[in-house]
């Protein structure tokens, strides 16, 4: 089993940045798909950004690109979501996820992180 564990979350206002971390335990996920989910009150979780080991690239939605980078470190099993001049909109509750096919680009992840709250005031 593969759990994960997110940190960094918190207040913030526009146009301010945040860095998420996600620690991993148990199997190494060197060869796992990483992403990084979003979830706001009343809303669908969406997806916000991912990195794939078969390739190496990295993907994002829309909404964050060119503002969020995600990177790994596998040596130390932990992948971070860096958060850069962040809006309202972009409150949520950011979820960590692993899933071990190493190409994967769907949103049925595997296995996933409790979440941390991310909150932009205006």
């Known amino acids: 089993q593969v759990q994960l564990v997110e940190s960094g979350g918190g207040l913030v206002q526009a146009g301010g940045s945040l860095r998420l971390s996600c620690a991993a335990s148990?199997?190494?996920?060197?060869?796992?798909?990483m992403g990084w989910f979003r979830q706001a009150p009343g809303k669908e979780r969406e997806f916000v950004a991912s990195?794939?080991?078969?390739?190496?690239?990295?993907y994002y939605a829309d909404s964050v690109k060119g503002r969020f980078t995600i990177s790994r470190d596998n040596a130390k099993n932990t992948v971070n979501l860096q958060m850069n001049s962040l809006k309202p909109e972009d409150t949520a509750v950011y979820y960590c996820?692993?899933?071990?096919?190493?190409?994967?680009?769907?949103?049925?992840?595997?296995?996933w992180g409790q979440g941390t709250q991310v909150t932009v005031s205006s």
């Open positions: 990195t794939s080991w078969s390739d190496g690239n990295t």
């Open positions: 996820a692993a899933d071990p096919r190493s190409g994967f680009r769907g949103n049925e992840y595997d296995y």
């Open positions: 148990g199997r190494t996920f060197s060869r796992y798909t």
